[in-house]
């Protein structure tokens, strides 16, 4: 077998980049070890945020990826639930409010929109939220999507083009590379497939498949984990989540730390989740950790309180060192490209992601500059 | 893990259910002076079999006077007024972990304690949950009127209300007839009882087994009495379609192989009220797989606990007895009970409980119990064919209603290679019930299945809901 593109991984990151190689006229074949979308995808709950991100690199690329979510679901006929029902961040102490009305300044200057909103006014936004809350801002840009969904239909849309193949249960052994260093296609156990481009997109397993081409990118697993309560009738609009601010003393720059993130689905069910954890966690489910993202929730969401919990999901959140993703060619391996490390963000940066991709392989320009995620950046510097 | 705020009582051995294993164990755990928690989300002991009606002597026991359930019955409630036992009814334990060496167990409370939730510590635990009925569905299972074996026996044996007028009893195994007889009891007509395989090689092959002689007699007095109420007992016969605009209306039946598939031109309608369908039980072993417990495919190829000899785990201090290790009946329950609660008696270094020949007793008791099971799957299997009766549009998963053509979808189109991306695609195992109605269904149409794979996806973190109060106060019983 032969293509312009082997993406590895069949998540919503190698989803985005074939539907984009496609469509930029390459032939892809798409390889996973397991099922479409069995990996993070799966786990976590199809967040598309701007509202959590500071600006820089990152802000630029979801602001650019939001765009293309809205694009890529007006193609699919909205195959895949995407709700662009808007972020409501709460503050819960007069500090934290301060500190949010600052940084969303610094986002409508990156070109967020954010709009503060009265205590008074959460109400209109959340009828149901705690009336002890002091205020927020509402960010109308988040949206949610149904990821695994949305990484099937992307792929069984890229299939329809005739351009796109899909080879779930297909594990990669060997990434081969000629005597310049350039990759060549990659061994299954079953065949040899030849591409003069290889991508990886396999996720927290970024790491593992960077090695089969013998070069190291240092992608580690987080795991995080997501409270499901019983169905409910639509009792909560948007995404909710209250904000802290732990202030780096050094840049006098404040890093947003999140709480529990509050919302519903289509389903009816509510979702707890956390969008960016700074803690890492057990293997085992941690009782004491779901004690408190109950207790966030319930105290956003009084009544929450009355509501069951009916299940948990988890999985590993592949994350950099730097908190940045890993997007483009990868220079110590000529054909080699890279589009993993997204963090908890890998739903919504997959579009932009998979754009740049097929812009990196098909040599057009690029929609924006992605020297910070250069897959190289780690070379030299000391990775604890 | 950040313990700290568990001050949860740390006792002994905690015992997951109190039916005939778990009543056997702590009577026999606290014989050996260890202290015992029972947790059991009925009202009363006895399970599903005794369903808290005062033990029967007739009841078929077999080995020492004072291992019978009857006296092991008698000594559970004395226990318990005299509080050596501990025993919490209308309680469930959602979730366990390990904790150092010891086990972590938290539990809910049942409807009328709401929010009351409680944290216990345990040196050992026994698993002793039981079983649920198995449903395979077909076009019109989803009809109200139609209900589980189990379902029937609990709403008339539970509140004396009969689930209709004429009610059909279809699937495999002598339940069928147990669920007849409780019918027809509290005066409900049964126009058939619709069997899928051939039950006449049960009474050749229970009655080979030392000590089996008395259940093909047990199995053999049912059918007469059945014969005497004039009830048909269909043989290689299904119901393939339950028919009923808002309830069920009629059933349509038809002949079928030995592979249950349907014999051409031999169905035809039976107008009922009622239908009650057991093809047999899947044991409850979410607790044991919160633990990564080892499991197996049992005799009826449903996923069981994977147990030594003295019904160890492989994870250390946790045993399983009844059910859970492999769906044998009561009285395999019973026996497996006594033998649990004297392996952790054992574990935790008591003295024995029972005499080296009562124990001796036991274990030839188990293993009788054992070949009657095995006689039982052998005759009573659940076969492939009835994959052939679930179109496109038959329900799978009724939470959720998910239909057989998406699960189908999921796979074909969307490239779905594991029950879990399956589950996920569609949301079938996703509602209320958390797949126990149709997870072991979805699995086998699905048809990947290794065991790990399946006991992977057969993990629920929480084996029933918990309110989202409850669990942020941490609140803890008095």
């Known amino acids: 077998m032969n293509a312009d593109v082997i993406v590895i991984g069949a998540g919503i990151v190698g989803a985005c980049c074939a539907h984009y190689c496609a469509q930029a006229g390459l032939s892809v074949i798409v390889v996973d070890r397991g099922s479409v979308a069995g990996g993070t995808t799966g786990a976590g709950e199809g967040n598309i945020l701007v509202s959590d991100k500071e600006p820089g690199p990152e802000l630029d690329l979801a602001l650019l990826s939001r765009e293309l979510w809205a694009?890529?679901?007006?193609?699919?006929?909205?195959?895949?639930?995407?709700?662009?029902?808007?972020?409501?961040?709460?503050?819960?102490?007069?500090?934290?409010?301060?500190?949010?009305?600052?940084?969303?300044?610094?986002?409508?200057?990156?070109?967020?929109?954010?709009?503060?909103?009265?205590?008074?006014?959460?109400?209109d936004h959340e009828p149901h939220i705690a009336r002890d809350l002091l205020g927020g801002v509402f960010y109308p840009q988040d949206m949610q999507v149904q990821p695994m969904l949305a990484a099937a239909r992307l792929l069984?849309?890229?299939?329809?083009?005739?351009?796109?193949?899909?080879?779930?249960?297909?594990?990669?052994?060997?990434?081969?590379?000629d005597g310049s260093g350039a990759v060549t296609g990659v061994r299954t156990p079953t065949e040899r497939i030849s591409a003069p481009h290889v991508v990886n997109a396999a996720g927290t397993w970024g790491g593992v498949v960077a090695g089969l081409a013998r070069v190291d990118l240092p992608i580690l697993p987080r795991r995080g984990f997501i409270l499901v309560t019983e169905p409910l009738p639509p009792m909560i609009r948007h995404k909710v989540y209250a904000a802290d601010y732990v202030a780096n003393v050094a840049s006098d720059n404040a890093g947003l730390e999140t709480s529990a993130v509050i919302e519903g689905t289509h389903s009816g069910t509510v979702l707890i989740g956390s969008s960016r954890e700074r803690v890492g966690f057990d293997k085992t489910l941690d009782w004491e950790v779901i004690r408190q993202e109950a207790q966030q929730a319930v105290a956003i969401f009084p009544f929450l309180a009355d509501v069951q919990l009916m299940r948990t999901y988890g999985g590993f959140r592949p994350y950099c060192p730097d908190h940045l993703p890993v997007i483009g060619p990868d220079s110590r391996a000529p054909g080699f490209l890279h589009a993993c490390g997204h963090e908890g963000a890998g739903i919504g940066l997959a579009a932009a992601t998979g754009l740049l991709i097929a812009q990196a392989i098909a040599g057009t320009n690029l929609a924006m500059d992605i020297a910070p995620f250069a897959p190289n950046r780690f070379e030299g510097a000391h990775v604890a | 893990m950040a313990m700290s705020d568990i001050a949860a009582p740390t006792v002994d051995v905690v015992i997951l259910g109190a039916g005939a294993a778990g009543v056997a164990a702590a009577v026999v755990a606290a014989r050996s002076g260890c202290r015992v928690t029972v947790i059991d989300n009925g009202p009363t002991p006895g399970g599903q079999y005794y369903r808290g009606a005062p033990p029967i002597d007739s009841e078929p026991s077999s080995g020492p006077r004072d291992l019978s359930y009857a006296e092991l019955r008698a000594e559970f409630d004395r226990l318990t007024g005299s509080g050596v036992i501990d025993y919490r009814s209308r309680r469930t334990a959602y979730a366990i972990s390990r904790h150092d060496d010891d086990f972590v167990i938290r539990l809910r409370g049942d409807d009328r304690h709401r929010g009351e939730i409680a944290d216990f510590r345990a040196r050992a635990v026994i698993v002793a949950t039981g079983a649920f009925d198995r449903h395979l569905p077909f076009p019109g299972w989803e009809l109200p009127g139609v209900m589980s074996g189990g379902g029937a026996q609990l709403l008339v044996k539970g509140s004396g209300v009969i689930p209709g007028q004429r009610a059909v009893v279809a699937g495999t195994g002598p339940f069928l007839l147990a669920v007849s007889g409780t019918l027809l009891e509290h005066g409900a007509h049964v126009p058939a009882i619709v069997e899928a395989n051939n039950p006449s090689r049960f009474i050749t092959r229970a009655s080979a087994i030392r000590g089996g002689l008395s259940k093909s007699g047990e199995f053999l007095g049912y059918v007469s009495r059945l014969a005497r109420h004039r009830v048909p007992y269909l043989h290689r016969h299904r119901v393939i379609e339950a028919i009923g605009v808002d309830r069920v209306e009629a059933v349509r039946i038809a002949?079928?192989?030995?592979?249950?598939?349907?014999?051409?031109?031999?169905?035809?309608?039976?107008?009922?009220?009622?239908?009650?369908?057991?093809?047999?039980?899947?044991?409850?072993?979410?607790?044991?797989?919160?633990?990564?417990?080892?499991?197996?495919?049992?005799?009826?190829?449903?996923?069981?606990?994977?147990?030594?000899?003295?019904?160890?785990?492989?994870?250390?201090?946790?045993?399983?007895?009844?059910?859970?290790?492999?769906?044998?009946?009561?009285?395999?329950?019973?026996?497996e009970g006594l033998l649990a609660g004297a392996s952790v008696a054992d574990h935790l270094g008591r003295p024995p409980a029972l005499t080296r020949r009562g124990l001796d007793v036991v274990r030839r008791d188990i293993a009788t119990w054992q070949g009657f099971a095995e006689a039982l799957h052998a005759t009573f299997p659940v076969r492939d064919g009835w994959r052939d009766q679930v179109r496109d549009d038959t329900m799978m998963c009724r939470c959720e209603e998910v239909r057989a053509g998406q699960v189908r979808e999921a796979i074909d189109d969307l490239g779905a290679r594991d029950t879990r991306a399956v589950k996920l695609f569609t949301r079938a195992g996703m509602g209320w019930c958390q797949g126990r109605?149709?997870?072991?269904?979805?699995?086998?149409?699905?048809?990947?299945?290794?065991?790990?794979?399946?006991?992977?996806?057969?993990?629920?973190?929480?084996?029933?809901?918990?309110?989202?109060?409850?669990?942020?106060?941490?609140?803890?019983e008095g």
Request: proline residues 4%; contains cysteine; negative net charge.
């Open chain 1, 71 to 123: 694009q890529m679901a007006g193609e699919l006929g909205d195959s895949f639930e995407l709700d662009a029902k808007g972020g409501l961040v709460v503050a819960t102490r007069a500090a934290t409010l301060e500190h949010l009305h600052r940084f969303a300044a610094e986002q409508a200057e990156a070109g967020v929109i954010a709009e503060p909103v009265t205590a008074k006014g959460l109400r």
């Open chain 1, 156 to 177: 069984q849309h890229a299939r329809s083009t005739g351009r796109v193949t899909v080879l779930p249960e297909t594990e990669v052994l060997e990434i081969e590379r």
């Open chain 2, 255 to 335: 002949r079928v192989d030995a592979d249950w598939r349907v014999v051409e031109g031999t169905d035809r309608v039976i107008e009922c009220d009622a239908l009650a369908i057991g093809y047999g039980f899947v044991a409850q072993t979410d607790l044991a797989g919160q633990l990564g417990a080892q499991m197996v495919l049992g005799a009826d190829g449903g996923l069981v606990v994977d147990v030594d000899p003295n019904l160890s785990t492989s994870v250390p201090g946790l045993f399983a007895a009844g059910e859970t290790t492999g769906v044998g009946g009561v009285e395999a329950a019973r026996v």
């Open chain 2, 437 to 476: 109605i149709c997870s072991s269904a979805v699995d086998s149409l699905c048809g990947f299945g290794t065991t790990q794979s399946l006991g992977d996806a057969a993990v629920r973190p929480l084996v029933v809901p918990v309110p989202l109060g409850a669990l942020a106060n941490g609140q803890m």
